[in-house]
């Protein structure tokens, strides 16, 4: 019997305003998974992200969480759906400390699967060892650190992660890929939006290539090998 995928877009057209930034993204996700959106800058990755949101101008298609229609909803509705966004912006509160950050978020959906600050502090050593620090004093690491436990603080189960490697070092890089492998161990489901083609292909159990908002391709995990010299000329990597 086939599964309800948790993320299913169909034919999903996107606006800012003007600007049509996504035009007919089809893609799925199913319980468990970990996917990733990969492409060049300004391909549509981002927009996909926060069209789930109901974030983008408007949007015309399909989008359903867990089989329910979200285009339409305000954004607080689809994020009570189970939702949790980590933006690129990363949206630290600099003058609160570490701890306040992680205790700032709502539940969403159940509740049941919000991780506590030890459970948080358990994954994320770093962030015990700067519990009072203010946000704004953290390092580049440790704010997207932060982000990410942050919303494993609200139970949501579909995790949204926007380029949360950028700009930080190998060992930082590492260690948020032994956290996504962890989340994906207890059940998450995760979408990343990443850049960095070899960490996430290493992650990912399916990767689509946004171009121009359109998906061009779909890569498995298994035949990632054989696809590697075409996914890099579309990258450009």
Known sequence: MATTPVLEIKDLHSWYGESHVLHGINLSVNAGEVVCLLGRNGAGRTSTLR???????????????NDIEVIGKPTHEIAGLGIGYCPEERGIFASLTCEQNLMLPPMVGSGKSAMSIDEIYDMFPN????????????????????AIARILRTGAQLLLLDEITEGLAPVIVQKLGEVVRTLKEKGFTVVLVEQNFRFASKLADRNYVIEHGEVVMMVEKEKLEQSQKELETLLGV
């Open 51 to 65: 069209a789930i949101l109901g974030l983008t101008g408007s949007n015309k298609g399909s989008i359903k969480i």
């Open 127 to 146: 962030l015990k060892e700067r519990r009072n620090s203010p946000g704004g004093r953290l390092s580049g690491g440790e704010q997207q650190m932060l």
